[in-house]
């Protein structure tokens, strides 16, 4: 009982360099989404685990769904991965909270760190998961 109750508080904690790494990766989302949804005739990247086993993956059509977003096209980002529409709102928060720090001219606190439940992130990826198994015909199987 007290290990799920453990597990129940976990929380992943991202530092100050943490937050710098998360935010430089948000831009490489943000940036390289609007170039391939610009760029017509982007070739498409293959999921590493579907490619070697069948089986999707929990992140599969992120790549498609981000593109999307950033095109307008919040059904086809839906359809393909529904956590490629978060996946762009945290990206858009990380950076624009980042931009008004700079704006303010005030640096980051050197305390500063963000906390994600990690329930909350295995609940999600879950989700996802099943998603991807539903849309590629795996639950259907059952």
Do not use: K, Y
């Not at 980002?77 to 928060?93: E, H």
């Not at 624009?96 to 640096?107: F, G, Y």
């Amino acid at each position: 009982m007290t290990t799920l109750l453990v597990l129940a508080r976990a929380r992943v904690v991202l530092g100050r360099r943490e937050l710098f790494g998360l935010r430089c990766l948000s831009a490489a989302v943000l940036v390289g989404g609007a170039a391939r949804a610009t760029w017509s005739g982007a070739p498409s990247v293959p999921c590493p685990l579907r490619l070697l086993t069948g089986v999707p993956c929990p992140l599969c059509g992120m790549t498609t769904g981000v593109t999307a977003t950033l095109a307008g096209d919040l059904s086809a980002a839906a359809a393909a991965n529904p956590f490629s529409l978060v996946v762009v709102l945290l990206a858009a928060g990380l950076l624009s909270t980042a931009a008004i720090s700079i704006a303010r001219r005030r640096p980051p606190r050197p305390d500063a760190s963000l906390a994600v439940p990690l329930p909350l992130l295995a609940a999600a990826g879950l989700v996802s998961w099943i998603w991807q198994l539903h849309r590629f015909g795996f639950l259907s199987l059952l």
